[in-house]
């Protein structure tokens, strides 16, 4: 009963005190699920609200003040709305266990479930959730001093209603100022490592591939090929030091991680037998062997395959527009394209040369260093 009037009071000084009718202070967390924290502190008591534009579970978390661990999730003060069928929401005061996953704070000896009041409710679309909570709880064991000044706060949704591990690109951590409402982000780790490997998948890799397989009758081939293929193989191996860092290790919880790893070990294999393949050439020797020359170009194709599926399959991870899904599509089918148009000609037109614009001229002094 005391609980509801204090949330009734909490709640009617949102209404008297705020913007607009609106909580005083209103931030976007994350873009992609548009994950929405509003509060509004009055007296010693904080309501905050938190809405994302998805059927889901949600989490918002804090740490206390000074504290910086390395884990997002130790020592946090959890606070976690789930729903049932029907759309209904009920806020958990959670603590994060080790050796499981966040739990109620009644579960551990001495904490105590310190939320004053709460509401959540869920459409097709959207969840909502609110709870109320003392600034200073006087709980030691199960919750953090929250205080007007930067606060690291953690976030969190799931990827249904089932409340389990909230998946790669659903949760972050981020310095919410409190009083005025200031955000103060760490590096961008997900579009770095989006860009890094857009480049070394997207257009370098493909481009080294090409200047391999059309381009041996001219002496530039074999540089054209390395630099663009060192320089693949150099942002790629930065984007998934990057994503390693980002992850706190090595994840095999979605596709696009799974094919994350695999192409990152086959661009290595690819390195190896491309190595191998050079210094093992001789001007004398008759065809081309299987190994290791055969066995780099296969695990070369299948490396930017691969890379394409990882590229797709993490767009879809976080959520990328699909028009964005659909044009980088559309490039790759393009080089497709390219690489079948060029191969039929070749095979319709075998020995034609074509010396318009000087274009017989490689073929006079081509080499082929491979």
């Known amino acids: 009963m005391i609980k509801s009037i204090v949330f009734f009071i909490v709640l009617s000084s949102i209404f008297l005190v705020g913007v607009d009718a609106q ?25 905050f609200q938190v809405s994302i534009n998805k059927k889901a579970w949600i989490g918002l978390g804090w740490h206390c003040q000074g504290c910086a661990d ?10 976690i709305a789930t729903f049932d069928d029907n759309g209904k929401g ?7 266990d ?8 009644t579960f551990f000896a001495g ?16 969840s909502i959730m609110m709870f109320s909570k003392k600034l200073s709880t006087g709980d030691t064991i199960g919750d953090r001093i929250l205080v007007e000044a930067p606060t690291d706060f953690i976030w969190a949704h799931g990827t249904d209603n089932s409340f389990a591990y909230h998946g790669v690109g659903n949760a972050g951590r981020i310095t919410v100022n409190l009083k005025t409402g200031e955000l103060k982000t760490g590096p961008d780790y997900v579009n770095w490592h989006a860009s890094l490997m857009l480049v070394a998948f997207g257009l370098l890799m493909p481009f080294s591939i090409f200047s391999a397989r059309f381009l041996k009758v001219f002496h530039w081939w074999w540089p054209l090929h390395y630099v663009f293929n060192g320089l693949a193989s150099v942002c ?15 994840d095999f919880s979605t596709l696009h991680s799974i094919f994350g790893i695999i192409t990152l070990s086959l661009v290595l294999v690819s390195i190896l037998f491309g190595a191998l393949s050079h210094f093992l050439w001789k001007p004398t020797r008759v065809g081309t062997p299987i190994f290791p020359d055969m066995f780099h170009w296969f695990v070369g194709r299948c490396t930017f395959a691969l890379s394409i599926a990882a590229i797709i399959t ?46 017989a001229t490689g073929y006079t002094q081509g080499i082929n260093n491979e």
């Open 70 to 79: 390395s884990d997002p999730m130790a020592n946090a003060d959890y606070n």
């Open 98 to 105: 080790p050796t499981t996953q966040p739990q109620n704070d």
């Open 236 to 250: 790629a191996l930065i984007g998934f030091i990057i994503a390693i860092v980002m992850l706190d290790g090595l």
């Open 23 to 47: 909580f005083q202070n209103s931030v976007i967390l994350d873009q992609a699920s548009n994950y929405n924290l509003q509060w509004i502190i009055f007296n010693d008591t904080v309501t």
């Open 90 to 96: 009920y806020v958990w005061d959670c603590l994060n």
């Open 111 to 126: 904490a105590e479930d310190n939320i004053i009041s709460f509401s959540g409710y869920q459409t097709d679309q959207y």
């Open 314 to 359: 993490g767009m879809v991870l976080h959520q990328v527009p699909n028009a964005v899904i659909i044009v980088f599509s559309g490039v790759i089918g393009l080089y497709f394209g390219v690489v079948v148009f060029i191969e039929i000609y070749k095979r319709v037109y075998p020995n034609h040369v074509d010396f318009s614009h000087g274009g």
